[in-house]
C-alpha cells in the first residue's frame, strides 16, 4: 500500500540532474584528468604514486561521508534539512579543484585529493539520503533507473572537456562550475518527507549488509578500472595518453549512454512487480562477461567492445541495487548514516581496486587483475540473492 504521495517529475528531474552534477564532480577528475596529471609527473612510477593518491582519498571518502550524512540526519531531526550540507559540499568542491590545480609534488596531489573527497562525500552523502527521505518506495527505482543517466552526462562532459585541449588549470576550473550548475535546481525545491514508517515495519539489517557486500564486490572492477582506463588502453596502443585520453572520453560517453533506456525499463517494471534481484544477477553476469573479453583482448577495438559490456552490465547492477538497498534500511532516524556506512561498499573498493591492481598488473599487462576483477563481479551478482526482499511500500 502506498503511504505517500509520488514526488512530481520536475522534483525527479531535479533530483537525477543533482545525481549527475555529482558525478561531474568526480568522474572526469578520477577517471581523466588526475591519471594524465600523475603520469606526467610521476612516468614509470605512475601505478604507484596514482595507487597512493587514490588510497588516501578513499580513506578520506570512507569517513567524510558517513559523519557528513550523520551530521545531515542531525540537522534533519532539528528541522534544518539536509539541503544546507549539499551546497556547503559544493563549495569545498570548487575550492578543492583549485588545490589540485596548484599541487605539484606526491605530497600536495595527495593533500588536494584528500581534500577533494572530502568535499564531494559532503555533497553526496546528504544528496542520496534526499532520496531515502523523500522519494517513495513506489518511485525509487525509476529514480534509480534516472541515475544513469549520469554517467553518461559526466563521460559525455569529459569527453568535450578533454577534446577541446584546454590548459590544465581551465579544465579544473570547468569542472566544478559545471557540477555546480547541476545541483543547484534540487537545491531551490522545498523538502517534502515520507511519512514515518512505525517501528515493527523497520527492516531488520541482515538483508542490508548482504546488499552491502554484493555492491562492494561489483564496485572493486569499477574503481579499478575507473583509475586505470588510460594505462590499461596503453597497452593495446602507442597512441600519445593526451589522444587515448580523448578516446576514453567518446568510450566512456558511449558505453554509459548505452545502459540508460535499459535501467530507466527495469527500475520502473521492478517498481511494478517489486521484483529486483534476479535483474541484479543477471546484470553482474553481464559484466563479468566483459572484464573477461577485456582481459583477452589484443587490440582497442576488443578492449573497448569488453569495456561496454562490462559497463551496461554494472550500471544497470549499480542504478537498480540503489533502490533495492534503501527499501532496507533499518531505520528513517538514521538513514544518512546508514547511507553513510552503506557508502564503504563505494569508498572500500576504491582501496581494494588499487591495492590489487599494484599486485596483479603491470604498465604493460592487466590481463590477470582483469580475470581476478570478473570473478568478484559475479559473485557480487551471486551475494544479493539471499538479501530480503522488503516486504511493503512507502
Known amino acids: 500500500m502506498t503511504l505517500s504521495r509520488p514526488r512530481s517529475a520536475g522534483f525527479v528531474l531535479a533530483f ?7 558525478v561531474i564532480g568526480y568522474l572526469p577528475l578520477l577517471t581523466l584528468l588526475l591519471p594524465i596529471k600523475v603520469g606526467t609527473m610521476a612516468g614509470d612510477a605512475r601505478l604507484d604514486v596514482l595507487a597512493v593518491t587514490v588510497i588516501a582519498g578513499a580513506l578520506a ?9 550523520w551530521l545531515s540526519d542531525r540537522s534533519l531531526a532539528r528541522g534544518g534539512g539536509r539541503r544546507r550540507w549539499m551546497a556547503g559540499g559544493a563549495v569545498g568542491l570548487l575550492a578543492s579543484y583549485g588545490g589540485i590545480a596548484l599541487a605539484h609534488g606526491v605530497t600536495a596531489i595527495m593533500v588536494a585529493v584528500i581534500a577533494f573527497q572530502v568535499a564531494v562525500n559532503a555533497l553526496l552523502a546528504p544528496l542520496l539520503a534526499i532520496m531515502a527521505d523523500e522519494v517513495p518506495d513506489g518511485q525509487k527505482g525509476l529514480v534509480g533507473g534516472l541515475l544513469a543517466l549520469a554517467n553518461p552526462i559526466a563521460a559525455a562532459f569529459s569527453a568535450v572537456l578533454v577534446g577541446a585541449a584546454l590548459p590544465e588549470v581551465a579544465q579544473l576550473a570547468i569542472v566544478p562550475l559545471a557540477s555546480l550548475a547541476c545541483i ?17 515495519l523497520h527492516q531488520p539489517p541482515r538483508g542490508l549488509l548482504l546488499a552491502g557486500l554484493a ?30 585520453a580523448a578516446d576514453i572520453g567518446r568510450l566512456l560517453t558511449i558505453a554509459f549512454a548505452l545502459p540508460l533506456p535499459i535501467a530507466v525499463l527495469a527500475g520502473r ?11 541484479l544477477l543477471a546484470s553482474a553476469a553481464l559484466a563479468a562477461g566483459g572484464l573477461v573479453c577485456m582481459a583477452v583482448a589484443q587490440g582497442c577495438g576488443a578492449g573497448a567492445a569488453g569495456f561496454i559490456l562490462y559497463t551496461v552490465g554494472s550500471s544497470v547492477f549499480l542504478a537498480l541495487h540503489s533502490a533495492f538497498a534503501m527499501q532496507l534500511l533499518p531505520s528513517a532516524e538514521h538513514r544518512g548514516r546508514d547511507l553513510g556506512l552503506l557508502n564503504l561498499t563505494n ?11 599494484w599486485a ?26 539471499p538479501a530480503r526482499r522488503p516486504q511493503r511500500f512507502q
Open 16 to 22: 537525477a540532474l543533482a545525481y549527475g552534477g555529482g
Open 184 to 200: 543547484l535546481p534540487l537545491l531551490y525545491t522545498r523538502a517534502q518527507p515520507l511519512a514515518p514508517a512505525p517501528a515493527a
Open 360 to 385: 596483479l598488473a603491470t604498465p604493460r599487462d592487466f590481463a590477470p587483475l582483469l580475470l581476478v576483477l570478473a570473478v568478484l563481479t559475479l559473485a557480487g551478482g551471486v551475494a544479493i540473492l
Open 215 to 244: 555492491r562492494f564486490l561489483v564496485q572493486v572492477a569499477g574503481n579499478a578500472l575507473s583509475i586505470y582506463l588510460v594505462y590499461y588502453f596503453g597497452t593495446l596502443t602507442t597512441d600519445s595518453p593526451a589522444a587515448i
Open 61 to 69: 571518502a570512507s569517513a567524510s561521508n558517513i559523519l557528513f550524512g
Open 347 to 357: 569508498t572500500l573498493p576504491g582501496l581494494t581496486g588499487p591495492l590489487l591492481a
Open 269 to 279: 517494471l521492478s517498481d511494478r512487480t517489486g521484483r529486483r534481484k534476479l535483474v
